[in-house]
């Protein structure tokens, strides 16, 4: 298969439509996801009444209009949703295209509101250029366009190890993709800049060095939270805290997951720490008890 570049994008995919897209890429499809109940709780229109929207472009608009990043459109009911959170991965479900039609009219179509990039298509799969950039872990889309905001191509998939998303984002072209699929939680999202885009200077390049690029975009987790493996599960890894993480206190208990030199962490549950009466404080390995530290 041919290399995918930022050229062959514009040229072959959307010549078409160049012309009627503006610099910031409002509406862009993101996944279709179940209702986890706790997401998409603000609701700013249904059924298709006077004032409410109509589609899933209009709901984009009016949640943008109302400052938030992410719309929600539920076409069993016309009902639109706003939020500045996003579903976790085990939430997506399929869609029929990767125009935002979902496969279960009761799932929501998502949305990102605002961003500079647009959605190209779904694949099976993707090959990348060695342009310095490594993949990252992720909890949003807009995480990743922001990560993403100096080179030409970001894409987007759900990590099922962790629950999170992957994002690698790539210079100017990818090296090949593979066939084009429904969006779903095994498809690589393929986003793009358009040419309006790359004119503006919203998507150019921060020249950094391949070294500095590398330890960048390393990461497994989300800041904050440390990748740790899981017993008897070599290629599965869960997102924690070691500061504060009862059972895996100052480290992880089962070695940290692409690191083979860390320390090893300890479970405070084992020396008479009780879930919920006790606390792992500041990678400290202490018992706290009714907030004293024996």
């Not at 869609?95 to 799932?107: A, H, I, L």
């Not at 060095?209 to 987790?221: E, F, N």
């Not at 992880?252 to 549950?269: H, P, V």
């Amino acid at each position: 298969m041919l290399p995918l570049t930022f050229a062959s994008i514009s040229l072959l995919t959307i010549s078409a439509l160049l012309y009627a897209q503006t610099v910031l890429a409002d509406n862009t499809f993101a996944g279709c996801y179940s209702d986890d109940g706790v997401t998409f709780v603000t609701q700013l229109g249904t059924g298709g009444g006077e004032g409410s929207p109509a589609n899933a472009a209009e709901c984009s608009t009016t949640c943008g209009s109302s400052d938030y990043t992410y719309a929600a459109w539920r076409a069993s009911d016309g009902a639109c949703f706003c939020s500045n959170n996003f579903p976790t991965g085990p939430q997506m479900t399929s869609g029929q295209d990767y125009s935002g039609t979902c496969t279960t009219s009761s799932d929501f179509s998502v949305r990102v509101v605002t961003t500079s990039f647009n959605l190209l298509e779904c694949t099976d799969s993707v090959s990348y250029d060695n342009d310095g950039f490594m993949p990252f872990v992720v909890v949003n889309p807009q995480d990743c366009f922001n990560n993403c905001r100096g080179a030409y191509i970001g894409t987007f998939i759900e990590a099922p190890q962790n629950g999170y998303y992957t994002c690698q984002c790539a210079a100017d072209k990818l090296d090949s993709i593979g066939n084009e699929v429904t969006c779903s939680p095994s498809s690589y999202f393929i986003f793009y800049h358009t040419a309006a885009a790359k004119a503006s200077g919203l998507s150019r390049r921060k020249s950094l060095p391949t070294d500095i690029v590398s330890q960048r975009y390393t990461q497994y987790c989300p800041s904050g939270l440390t990748a740790c493996r899981i017993q008897g599960q070599e290629e599965s890894y869960e997102c924690l805290n070691t500061s504060t993480e009862l059972e895996s206190c100052g480290g992880c208990m089962f070695g940290q997951y692409g690191n083979t030199t860390s320390d090893a962490g300890e479970d405070c549950t084992t020396i008479g720490a009780a879930l919920g009466a006790s606390t792992c404080i500041r990678d400290v390995k202490r018992l706290a008890i009714e907030g004293n530290c024996k």
